[in-house]
């Protein structure tokens, strides 16, 4: 286990993520966004020798949506393909995802798309409202 003061394993001092989304027209969004990660030592290792270094990606996003029943968006996630660790422990790491494609349709049979504040499309939830269906692909 770490010691008493020390940050605990895969812990960074420093992340978050930065997001933004724009409309260009009633039918058309985009966005992106960056996540960042400083450096993080293995799990249970009691003062490490190593560490992972921080790293920053980057995400795209675009939505299209045809009037209030249907909606379509792609999702880039890794822009850049970054090589980065995900998790670290005593002698291996896990590491993070590559570039991957989400392209996402969403349909509601009440007519009522809502807007999530990460550039999806999810059933509204007003009482008499049919939820959204959502089909989901993701290439790699």
Known sequence: GNRVGDRPGLSPKHSGTVWSTYQFTPQWRVGGGL????????????????????????????????GDRYSIKANLSNLTIKLYAESLYRGHYIPGAGRQL?????????????????????????PGRAPATTRTTVLR
Request: charged share 15%; aromatic share 8%; no cysteine.
């Open 102 to 126: 989400r392209v996402q349709m969403a349909t509601s049979a009440s007519g009522a798309l809502a807007q999530d504040s990460g550039g999806g499309a999810r059933g509204a939830s007003a």
């Open 35 to 66: 996540n960042f990660r400083s450096a993080q030592a293995p799990a249970d290792v009691t003062a490490p020798a190593w560490e992972a270094p921080g790293f920053v990606t980057a995400d795209l996003m675009a939505e299209y949506t045809l």
